[in-house]
C-alpha cells in the first residue's frame, strides 16, 4: 500500500456552498482518500490519501468543474494568474451585459419602447430577444452551462437558482414576443432587461468579492515572496550564482552582506547577524557564528559567511510554514462543516420553495396571475443564492491563519483556531517554556578562598561530567576568564555528584545528602542559605575537600523574562493557569509563586503528563498545553489545543496543533486573541447571511404583498444577492487590521 500523503488541488467552477458540498462529496467517494475539504473561498481542495492526483481531478471534473494539482510555487502562481484572467473576464462580461441591459431598463422606465402588439407576431421585441440571448449566453454561459450539467446528474446549485430564474424569465418574454394572445392583456410585461441586469449584477458581485478574495492570501503570497531565486554556490573555489532548484544538501553556500538566506543550512565559516523576524515575529536580529543554524529566506545583516546546506526544497523550514499555513488555510472547524450539511440541502429547499410560490401566486393572486407568479417565483430563485454562506467561514479562517503566520504562530488545521479561543485552562510545562531550559549559575559562595579558586576547582572537576549542572559550572567559569585545569580520579556518584582530583586536592562536588553520606557536616549559617536558596527554586551545589566545605555555587534554570506577564495577561483573560513540571513540589511552588500561577502539579513522570490533562478535562475543562520537549508530545496531542513552542523538538511540534516560532508563551495569548477575533467574525459573517436568507426568501415570496402591497424587484434581489457575497468578503478583510494585544503599547502595573 503507497504511503499516505497530502494533495491540493485548484479548482474552477465553484460558486457557492452547495458547489462545495458536491465537490467534497465527490472527492471523498475516490478509493484512498481518507478526508478531503473544499475550500470555497481559496477554490482549492486539500485531500488526505493515498488516492492518485489523476482520479482526484477525474471525480471533480465529473461534477462539472476543471481541477489542476498544485504542486510548487509555480503552480500557485499559475492559479493566481488564472483568477486575475477570470477577474478580468468576469468584467468583460458584467460590462456586456449592462451595456445592454441598462439602456433597455431606462428606456422601458420611461416609455420610449414601442407597446406588444396585442394579437401579432412582435418583431422588435422578437429581435430584441434574440439579441439578449446571445448576451446572456456571453456573459452568463458560465452560470447554464454549470446548471446544464447539474440537471443531468441531479445536483443543484447556484448556477441552478441564476439559469432557472433568467432562463424563465427570457423564456416567458419570448412567448409573448411571438404569441401574445396566449397571455392575457395584463400579463403582457417583457423581462428582458431584467434577466440581462440580474446577469450584470451577478458578475459584478463575484468580481469584486474575487479581488476582495484575493488580499486574503497575501499572507501567502509574502510567504512564498520570501524564497530567493538564485543561490551563491562555491566549487572548487570559484562562486557561481545557480537557480534556487539546483542547491543540493551539502553544497557550499555563500551570503553575502543584506541577501536573503536561500535554504536552511549551518554556518561553516564567519559571522553576522541574521533577521529573523519572518520567521519568529521578533525584530531584534540574531547573531549567527560557525556550528550555528540558518534558515531560507531570513535575511543576512552587514556581515558574510559561508554556509552547508542541510534542507533544499520542500524540506526547508519556509517551505513547510507555506505548507502549513495553506493546508490550515484550507481546513474546517466544526462550525464550517455544519454550514456545509445545510448548503448541501439548501437549493434543492429552495427550488421547492420558489415552485411553491409559483402555484400559490398562479392560482390565488391577483391579475395578471401569471406574471405575478413568475416574478415572485424568479425573485426567490435569484435572491436565496447560498453564495454568502459559503464564503462566511472560509473567508474568515484564511484571513485569520494569514493574520497568525505574521506573528510567528502556524496553526495546523481550523479546528485548533476555533478551539483556541475556547480554552478555560493553560497547562504550562515549566522547562523550556516558563523558563529558558537551560540552567545556570546564580550564586558563588567561597566559604575559604576567593571566588575564582572556587570556580577553577568546580569546573576543573567538572569537566569530564555531561551533566546539565556542569555545563551550567563550565560556562560560568568561561564567562569569568577562568580555564578549568585537568582532573584524575574522575567518577561521577548517581543521583549526588562526582568525586575527583585537582591539582593533587581530592575533591568532592555534589548535593549536601552526598555531604552528609560522606561524614561532612555543614553548619547553621550555611543551612540557612541553603533553604534559602531551594525557596527561590535554585539547586545547591557544595564543593568539599577533605572533609571540609569550600564554598557552594547555586544552579537554576531561570525564568523567562515574559513569563510573569504572560501568566498574568492569561488570567486577565478568564483563563485558569497550570503549571506542570517534574520538578520537586518545593521548587514548582517556588517559581508558581514568582509567577503568580494558580494551580501547581508538580513531580510528574513524562509519561504521565498526558493523564494530568485528561483528568483536567475529565474536569469538564477545555485545556490548552504548552511544551517544548519529546516528553510533552503526548500531553500535546492529548489537550484540546497543544501549542509547541517553537525552540522545542520537532516530534513537539508534529503533536502540537500551533506551532510558537518565538520562545515565548506570549505567543499563547496572541494566538488566544487571533482566535477569538476569528471566530467573533465567523459569527458576525453566518448571522449575516442566515438573516439575508431568512428575510430575502419570504420577502421575493411575497409575503408583504397582502398588508403593504410590496413585491421585490427581481433586478434588487440580484444586487442583494451578489452585495451579500461582497460583504462577507469585506468583513473578512477587516482581521486584517486586528492588533493583538501584544502588539499594542502596555499599561504598567
Known sequence: MRDAKIIRLAIDGMHCAGCVAKVEAALNSVAGVTHASVNLAQRTALVEG?????????????????????????DETAREAAEQLRFKQLIRQFVVAAAVGAPLFVAGMSGWLPQLASESFNTFWFI??????????????????????????????????????????????????????????????????????????????????????GKTSEAIRRLIGLTPKTARIVRDGEEIDVAIEMVQIGDMLRVRPGERISVDGVVADGHSLVDESMLTGEPMPVMKEAGDEVVGGTINGHGSFLFRATRVGADTVLAQIVAMVQQAQSSKPGIGRVVDRVAAVFVPTVLVIAAITFLIWFYAGPEPQISYALVTAMTVLIIACPCALGLATPMSIMVGVGKAAEHGILIRNGEALEQA????????????????????????????????????????????????????????????GVESGNVGGFKAIPGLGVEGVVDGRRLLLGSLRLMEEQGIEAEVEIRQQLAGLAEKARTPVLLAENG?????????????????????????????????????????????????????????????????????QRGGEVVGMVGDGINDAAALA???????????????????????????????????EISRATMANIRQNLVGAFIYNMLGIPVAAGVLFPFMGLLLNPMIAGAAMALSSFTVVSNANRLRLFTPESDRPQRNH
Request: with cysteine.
Open 548 to 616: 571540609k566545605l569550600l564554598g557552594l555555587l547555586a544552579v537554576a534554570d531561570p525564568v523567562r523574562s515574559d513569563s510573569r506577564e504572560a501568566v498574568r495577561r492569561l488570567k486577565e483573560k478568564g483563563l485558569r493557569v497550570v503549571m506542570l513540571t517534574g520538578d520537586s513540589r518545593e521548587t514548582a511552588n517556588a517559581i508558581a509563586e514568582e509567577l503568580g500561577v494558580d494551580d501547581v502539579i508538580s513531580e510528574v513522570m513524562p509519561a504521565d503528563k498526558d493523564s494530568k490533562i485528561a483528568d483536567l
Open 50 to 74: 493515498t488516492a492518485h492526483a489523476s482520479d482526484l481531478i477525474a471525480a471533480v471534473e465529473a461534477t462539472g468543474r476543471t481541477a489542476s494539482e498544485i504542486r510548487t510555487a509555480a
Open 421 to 480: 479561543g475556547r480554552l478555560t485552562t493553560i497547562v504550562l510545562d515549566k522547562t523550556g517554556t516558563l523558563t529558558i531550559g537551560k540552567p545556570v549559575v546564580t550564586d558563588c559562595i567561597a566559604l575559604h578562598g576567593s571566588r575564582k579558586e572556587l570556580l577553577y576547582l568546580a569546573a576543573s572537576l567538572e569537566s569530564g561530567s555531561e551533566h546539565p549542572l556542569a555545563a551550567a559550572i563550565l560556562a560560568a567559569a568561561a564567562e569569568e
Open 128 to 213: 430584441l430577444g434574440l439579441l439578449t440571448l446571445a448576451v446572456m449566453l456571453y456573459s452568463g454561459r458560465h452560470y447554464y452551462i454549470g446548471a446544464a450539467r447539474g440537471f443531468r446528474r441531479l445536483q443543484f446549485d447556484m448556477d441552478t437558482l441564476i439559469a432557472t430564474g433568467t432562463g424563465a424569465a427570457w423564456l416567458y418574454s419570448m412567448i409573448i414576443s411571438l404569441w401574445p394572445a396566449s397571455v392575457p392583456e395584463m400579463g403582457r410585461h417583457i423581462y428582458f432587461e431584467a434577466a440581462l441586469i440580474i446577469i450584470a449584477l451577478i458578475n459584478l458581485g463575484q468580481a469584486l468579492e474575487m479581488r476582495a478574495r
Open 638 to 672: 492529548r489537550a484540546d489545543v497543544g501549542f509547541a513552542i517553537g525552540a522545542g523538538t520537532d516530534i513537539a511540534m508534529e503533536s502540537a496543533d500551533v506551532t510558537l516560532m518565538r520562545s515565548t508563551p506570549l505567543s499563547v495569548i496572541t494566538a488566544i
